[in-house]
């Protein structure tokens, strides 16, 4: 199967995705059986077109199993008090170590979605049980970005986000 283009995420999406989101991933082996995770936080790379999204290993085996296997990766970053909710596919997806300051990018995601529910009326312990791993056991899975999509319950629900990319003309075409 040819590569897809790759995209990277303007400031704005960068900032969303950072946040303070409930972020789950999903792939599927081989067989077509899904494989679903919630996320401990996101990086995005600047300048890159590359995303990391940070695991508790036990609860994502089947996940990174069939993303790495496949490198096909699904995120859904959904924003609790507005239900604003981005779908980002995407492709070569692999672990990669924990880079310098991920641990303290998940203590942030960590504060900054307990917060989100907190105003929604959930206590920050239910949530921080929610998103509780020790430091130590972390991974980092990595991925290039293909699609971007507009999630949010309503019309424009499933709307691509970014215009797909034309396939490039053949040489002496019009």
Request: proline share 10%.
């Amino acid at each position: 199967m040819p590569a897809l283009p790759t995209l990277q995420l303007d400031p704005d999406l960068a900032r969303f995705v950072t946040g303070g989101v409930s972020i789950n991933a999903g792939s599927a082996s081989a067989a077509g059986v899904p494989s679903l995770c919630r996320a401990f936080g996101c990086r995005v790379e600047p300048g890159t077109d590359r995303i990391t999204l940070f695991f508790s290993p036990p609860q994502a085996a089947d996940l990174i199993r069939d993303a790495t296997a496949s490198g096909a990766l699904a995120v859904v970053f959904s924003e609790p008090p507005t239900h604003r909710t981005v779908q980002i596919k995407g492709q070569n997806a692999r672990l990669i170590p924990l880079a310098e300051g991920d641990l303290a990018c998940v203590t942030a995601y960590r504060t900054a979605f307990a917060q989100s529910l907190v105003f929604l009326g959930f206590t920050e312990a239910m949530v921080r049980t929610l998103l509780d791993c020790p430091d130590e056991a972390l991974v980092a899975l990595t991925f290039t970005p293909s699609a971007f999509f507009n999630s949010t319950p309503g019309a424009q629900a499933g709307t691509a986000l970014i215009p797909a990319l034309a396939p490039p003309l053949a040489p002496g075409a019009p």
